[in-house]
């Protein structure tokens, strides 16, 4: 599994989209950061927020990576020569998804890192333990949101055997168009994108699910979907 894994890994970061994604991941965040003029006038709170605010958009990145590393194995037969190295299909299938995991936790905490240190250069204030263990709780349940994001498109790539149509479904969810969705229908709230959004405000949204709640659908979703990939990776001809 090792072999395979590493060979997972290698066909990730060769792959311009994927490396476009993870780089997204990082640099929106750190972007949008640095060109908030939103001043710090209520300390830590309103840093955390800035930072959650900067995570959410950093699962634009999540989404172009996850579809990108499932979906490139439909384009040109790439499956095909996939399968004659591992023929295996729910091993390779466990292997990708292990491999995606290791990299969006990876990349989370990368992300999560650099808006710290931008946010402590822009603002003066003083670190505290305090800070640092709600700054933990907060950061980790967002990494876990992204994680179960990574896994929702990967699974929409695999069901739709196709890199954009994940993107094209997921980016206007994450966009805004959920929200306009959620001024029509409330059931919009129960949407991947829309489940754990009170993850990313400090204060909690009323109009959103409580966030473990939020976590719970949003892993209802992963489950639903990827279980229908697994079977239909498992089952399905390869052209």
């Not at 292990?98 to 905490?109: A, R, S």
């Not at 206007?172 to 029509?184: D, H, K, N, Y």
Request: net charge neutral.
């Amino acid at each position: 599994m090792y072999a395979v894994l590493r060979g997972e890994k290698t066909k990730f970061f060769s792959f311009g989209w994927c490396m476009l994604g993870i780089i997204g991941a990082n640099l929106v965040p750190v972007l949008f950061l640095l060109t908030s003029n939103t001043p710090i006038t209520g300390g830590e709170e309103e840093m955390l927020s800035l930072i959650l605010q900067s995570l959410y958009l950093g699962q634009l990145g999540v989404i172009v990576a996850s579809a990108s590393y499932f979906g490139q194995e439909y384009s040109q037969s790439v499956l095909r020569t996939t399968l004659l190295t591992q023929p295996h299909r729910i091993k390779l299938l466990f292997t990708k998804f292990v491999n995606i995991t290791v990299i969006i936790v990876l990349t989370g905490i990368v992300s999560s890192l650099l808006g710290l240190i931008v946010s402590f250069l822009q603002h003066d204030l003083e670190w505290t333990n305090s800070f640092g263990l709600r700054l933990l709780e907060s950061v980790s349940l967002a990494i876990l949101s992204w994680i179960l994001l990574a896994w929702i498109t990967s699974a929409l790539s695999i069901i739709t055997k196709s890199l954009i149509t994940p993107i094209a479904i997921m980016l206007p969810l994450i966009l805004g168009l959920s929200q306009m969705l959620l001024q029509v229908f409330q059931l919009a709230k129960y949407l991947p994108t829309l489940v754990a959004m009170n993850i990313y405000n400090v204060a909690s949204v009323g109009i959103y699910l409580d966030e473990w709640l939020g976590l719970g659908v949003q892993l209802l979703w992963a489950v639903m979907l990827v279980g229908i990939a697994s079977w239909l990776f498992a089952w399905r001809g390869v052209r």
